[in-house]
């Protein structure tokens, strides 16, 4: 029907006529609306000369109709920021080509043609960070999403898939190494001081994968022998002064190899395996075929500097790009919308290796509380999404928790009903049957149903349905029968207003209340709004032990008595189940307390209880350090806030510092003999890394308890460590302090490790994240510290990313903090969008916080979105946030 005609609407025409011209807003691209490109591209040829402020980019592109796509005149080539130098059709110039928008449109009237496209860049100029640009003198790549598009016009789509060869020449004094994918295949000398060399990758791959580095650099090398026999060279690229830091990431290479042959029988499949670290990155990393560029902090450790956290995320980043050569690589996504194909399945892959290096029980805690803090949040606010989004206008805003850690979980739910060696059968047929395509998540499923043998036909709804369900488990026992009710709700989210129920595999155990033994684990399946499942045999109600290994990822509400989370905290067999015991201990507590409040008699039954678990944490002699360590932490203030409707910020603050200094008056004695022990183990000894996590621990009960103590035994720390993990740990605690020993540190870390950008980064972060009263302040003045730039993607988030995930001091009351964070937005939306957008989600939970606050935050989200020329990326999560 004719709009303007619709009775409905009798003032619409006037509207239309007097409104103001709407703002211009990107388009939304919808997942029904696929359709293949027209085109194939077999092959392309690249000739870059490159330079810092000028490349010159030749390409070659054959291409050829494709089979299975409506017909089409003329290919429309995707550019972004580009003018056509020349472009040449079957070897003739031609200029019948046009622009739209971006795009260039070239006509093709036969069925097979060769384009040659001239393009011409200023990789200096580009403080995006997308396609080709330069860091620290050097030239390096990034093209997922959408990147490829900014170096040459090309179909910049994941199923357009190609066999590339790159000629690539620069003076050689400045990019002494040219690296691309695939493998050399011929080098020379130039005139006047150049150089080139030649790649061809025989995997065809799509240009999101195209990598290119030029600079001085230096590698760190190794081989590696696959499963048959092959002989594959590694190499860890970076600049001179880093080497010594590289020893930590060419080991974790090479056990991924391993691991992937061992674990799900993926052997590598180039002679070459490189890897780049650059301190200038968007992200952590990127899979482009084996050429893997990595963000600096995910490659360069050493004990004086680098965390114990550090060397764990470094194994599991490199394993996770290492893991893509097959999960992503060899095969990829048919679209963006598909994304949680290679992201969530690479993820799972990356912790299962993790927790085969680390230890099974606390890799599960820390994944969990990952995706508790960053993917709840975002499944129950304005930007919830499914794993598998139907809709986006800027793709780069989607590479999100959901997709990847809900996405990892949902893959992992499928492990768990169909057990490894089924999951196995399913991954080893979905490798077979789709190696070399551009596949979807429904080619996925369908391979995991074949050859794990499991109906997933209900189960697809976690790939449409976004939001966290609620599970809710109530125990009615009578006789020597307990019934289990179990009900679930999948709550609204945007654009989604009823849900179906989706199948939850919940395991469980019922322990007898006097033998303290269980049963045996079960895995019940809750695929229906509610069910019931019997038990026989308890004398009494038993205590149930529910969502063990968190085998959904879901939150479970149940009533349950204080002494029975603090048998489970204690006494639980599951890891996982002893340590949300001890949260849900906690949780309930501050919840109540920060909300309707508690009278005295109830605070103090409540603390009791929490103290009475810590204290036999404390004391356990079954448990290693890293566990005491996972067990110790009290839930962050995010996920608190994320456990009540609408939260008070403030008061949770007030209320979990102030259970944690009673707990540190309580237990005193009982960390200080702790600390003792610990103190004692020296760097490379037995369960050091564990101690060192439990020295941190109890410091930061100190600090709430006793700070003039905490700050005598910090700086005491501070001064003695051999190592990062503890001197951050230190200065962590100390940062938080009003005391003299806060400064005398601060400086000397400074001092210590000036020019050592990943170092200074954690100095910005520390106080950027610290509990003092001033810390607004503090990050103030740092921005106008000589060493903070808003062009360094790793700076910038080392400060205002860091105090954006500071509850204390984003939340101010004054709105301060969300004013800061706005400005942050808008200064740096134009120099670097993705980095900008990722700022957004912060101000954009107002409808969680309590309304003076939830104002304040919401009228910065309008001042942003009044701005002229925001970009895509901003735009869209600024508008999806006001909602
Ligand atoms: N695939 C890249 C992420 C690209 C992000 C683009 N905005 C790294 C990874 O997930 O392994
Ligand atoms: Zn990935």
Redesign the pocket.
Known sequence: MDIARNPAVPNENIQLADAPPEPKRPPLIRREDYQPFAWLVPQTAIDFTLGLESTRIAAKLSVERNPDADRAEDIRLNGDGLKPVSVARDGEPVDDWTMVGDDLIVKLPGDAHQLEIVTQIDPSANSQL?GLYASNGMLCT?C??E?FRRITFFPDRPDVLSTYTVRMSGPKSQFPILLCNGNKVAQGEGADGTHWAEWHDPWPKPS?LFALVAGDLVANSDTFTTMSGREVELNVWVRGDDLARTDHALESLRKSMKWDEDVFGREYDLDLFNIVAVSDF??????NKGLNVFNTKYVLADPDTATDADFDAIEG?IA??YF?NWS?NRITCRDWFQLSL??GF??LRDQLFSQDMQGEAVKRIEDVRILRSAQFPEDSGPLAHPIRPDSFRE??NF?TATV?NKGAEVIRMMRTMAGPERFRAGTDLYFDRHDGEAATCEDFISAMEEGAGLDLAQFRLWYSQAGTPKVEASLLHSGDTTLLTLTQAVPETPGQPDKKPMPIPLKIALFDRDTGEHGGEQLLILDQVQKGFNFKGFDKPPILSINRGFSAPVTIERSVRHEDLVFLAARDDDSFARYEAMQELVVSHIVAAAGDGLDDAARDAGRKAIGQALGAILTDESIDDLMRGELMMLPSQTYLMEQMLVADPGRLHTEREGLKAWLGMQLRDEFHALYERVEQVPYAGEGARGARKVKTQVLVYAAASDPEKASQLAAHQYAGADNMTDRQGALMVLAGLGTAARTDKLIDFYRRYKGNDLVIDKWFTLQAISLHPNAIEHVKALAEHPDFTMRNPNRVRSLYMAFAGNPHGFHLESGEGYRMIADVILALDPINA?TAARFVPALGRWRRIEPVRAALMRQELERIAAADNLSRDTFEQVTRSLG
């Open positions: 997308m990034q997922e999403a990147g999101y968007n992200m952590g990393a990127m899979e980043v996770h790009e893509h992503g290679k992201e690479t993820v793709i780069s590479y990847y993705q």
